[in-house]
């Protein structure tokens, strides 16, 4: 079994779970620094009643394998919600920026010359040779090995998968910018990022919809929003000193986006993670 970084089971969990559910186990398991994938996580549950995970995602997608279904998901623009039920298990990989137009020859971007837009929210099937989807349910229901121990070989499943793509110039490019903008000192405007990464803002527009199907305005938008409602939901800050933190203009400034994204003014946001969500 290869060596992976130590697993961990999130006392935190990720900044784009907007609300943590109660009853579920979070593992992470690092992957070796590459360009394709940047975590593998497994979610185990058992509920004595159903709840909603409602996530502001990561721009990359994710590959989710599952007892009775799998398939690779292009990131949403919007919240998605999971509904989690009863007793069960997901094993996924969360995948970097540039990974899904190189494993799937698609574009994000309607328009495109490699044919139709991947279409963002819907399952797709998990693409590339093997049989990943089987390989990872017989490891994870293979009840005469440790949970741990399943779950490092997941980990080393996904890593050799992973290994039947190579990153292009432009998928580096893509990297850099989300990896820029998910800076804690990152640029909070579409003109420092195009300068960081010697673009154009209209040449950063092209990339970034074309490899993520996100505009760069989005990515800044969703990673403060990310930031503020981690911040509500720790409790130990106003409204106002969110948003002042945060570079929005003003507090209504922040409830305005918050609620257009999220579903949510930040009041009501932060009433629902003190009362244990929806």
């Known amino acids: 079994m290869k060596k992976h970084e130590k697993m961990a089971e999130s006392p935190t969990p990720p900044r784009g779970q907007l609300n943590p559910g109660r009853g579920v186990q979070l593992h992470r398991i690092p992957l070796p620094s590459g360009e394709l994938l940047r975590h593998v996580w497994i979610a185990v549950w058992d509920l004595d009643a159903p709840i909603l995970q409602p996530v502001l995602e990561h721009p990359g997608g994710n590959v989710v394998i599952e007892s009775d279904r799998a398939a690779l998901y292009c990131v949403s623009q919007g919240i998605s919600e999971q509904k989690l039920e009863g007793k069960g298990w997901a094993a996924a990989v969360l995948l970097r920026p540039a990974a899904i137009t190189v494993i799937t020859g698609r574009s994000m971007a309607s328009g495109s010359r490699s044919g139709p837009a991947l279409p963002i929210g819907t399952p797709l099937p998990v693409p590339g040779e093997g049989d990943l989807v089987r390989d990872v349910r017989a490891v994870m229901t293979a009840e005469d090995h440790a949970p741990q121990d399943r779950y490092r070989a997941v980990a080393d499943l996904y890593e ?84 002042a933190e945060l570079g929005y203009s003003d507090q209504a400034h922040l409830a305005r986006e918050f609620k257009a994204v999220i579903g949510l003014t930040p009041s009501d946001y932060l009433r629902d993670s003190v009362s244990g969500g929806r």
């Open 160 to 243: 050799e998968w992973g290994r039947q793509w190579s990153v292009d110039e432009e998928g580096v490019l893509i990297n850099r910018v989300v990896d820029l903008v998910e800076d804690d000192d990152g640029p909070r405007r579409v003109s420092d990022l195009a300068a960081e990464v010697a673009l154009s803002t209209r040449a950063l527009q092209r990339v970034t919809v074309h490899r993520t199907g996100l505009s760069p305005k989005w990515l800044i938008q969703r990673r403060r929003l990310q930031d503020a409602a981690l911040a509500l939901r720790r409790g130990d800050t106003t409204i106002a000193d969110v948003a």
